[in-house]
């Protein structure tokens, strides 16, 4: 009886010990745009990435706001949510969902790409470019499951459309 408690607790200390030392930190990219804020229904913090003065899509010449919000789970998806500085209404976009919401800091796009902004169309307001994917992305030439789309500001209001194709630099 005493060998097997002994046994047991030298056990349980060896593998509480090894528990400890295999944790390792992991940075969280893009950490100079990244915050965790919490989510009362899930009970639990979620990591949001934050853009607030990286657009101007409605060209008032006021930055816009743009947030990716993660959905929480294992393999995170974000989607994105903006606040134009013209009518100060909260936009989500739950349908667009990408894993790196990570603003490029180089003026091309590459076939990495899942997010960007310029002024494609030069009409003096900044688009916003996603590749987005999820369930309702349709298959394109390239036998991909992913979609891109430009969230544009016409007429009044932020619309989604399905990009033509840009010119990419191949890597």
């Known amino acids: 009886m005493k060998t097997t408690l002994l046994l047991f607790l030298l056990f349980n200390l060896t593998l509480s010990h090894a ?3 295999s944790t390792i930190l992991v940075e969280t990219p893009n950490a100079e745009n ?3 804020v919490y989510d ?4 639990t913090k979620l990591l949001h990435y934050q853009y607030f003065n990286h657009c101007d ?3 008032d010449g006021i930055s816009d706001s743009l947030t990716f919000i993660s959905n929480g789970g294992a393999h995170a998806y974000f989607h994105p949510v903006v606040v134009l500085s013209s009518d100060n209404t909260e936009q989500a976009f739950t349908n667009l969902t990408l ?3 990570f603003l490029h800091t180089t003026d091309t796009l590459t076939e990495s790409t899942q997010f960007f902004i310029k002024d494609f169309d030069e009409d003096g307001k900044d688009e916003i ?3 987005v994917e999820n369930e309702d992305a349709t298959k394109q030439e390239s ?3 992913y979609k891109e789309v430009i969230l544009d500001y016409k007429k009044g209001e932020l619309v989604v459309e ?3 194709r840009f010119e990419v630099e191949k890597h």
């Open 143 to 145: 036998e991909t499951h």
């Open 129 to 131: 470019y996603l590749k």
């Open 162 to 164: 399905k990009v033509v």
């Open 99 to 101: 894993d790196m919401p």
């Open 57 to 59: 899509l409605d060209g």
């Open 19 to 21: 528990q400890t030392d």
């Open 40 to 43: 009362s229904l899930l009970q």
């Open 34 to 36: 990244a915050l965790y």
